[in-house]
């Protein structure tokens, strides 16, 4: 597995608006086992998506904008795909603080 240095890589947030077709669907298995790989490497923080919107979003580590298109672009579903990259400046969450302190 690839070890990623956190420390020198920036946070990119991806917002994807796709089109559905009839071949759609086919492509999600093998899509979903890429982004699995993705999440287990630490490259790819989230990934979330709604059938509503047709919309997905996503925050990568990477080092560049550049980089992200590349892992983006491995993806099966990346033709129907419009994508937004965006530098973060801040992101902070639950999952970033301390544990509350529990008085026995």
Request: net charge negative; aromatic share 16%; hydrophobic share 40%.
């Amino acid at each position: 597995m690839e070890n990623i240095n956190h420390d020198q890589l920036n946070k990119y947030q991806v917002t994807v608006h796709f089109n559905m077709d009839d071949d759609f669907m086919a492509f999600v298995p093998p899509h979903r086992v890429y982004i699995n790989s993705l999440i287990e490497k630490n490259i790819l923080e989230y990934y979330t998506v709604s059938m509503e919107s047709q919309k997905s979003w996503m925050v990568f580590n990477a080092a560049s904008k550049l980089e992200v298109e590349e892992y983006l672009s491995k993806s099966p579903l990346y033709r129907y795909w419009t994508i937004e990259i965006d530098e973060l400046f801040v992101y902070d969450g639950q999952s970033y603080r301390l544990p509350a302190v529990q008085l026995n």
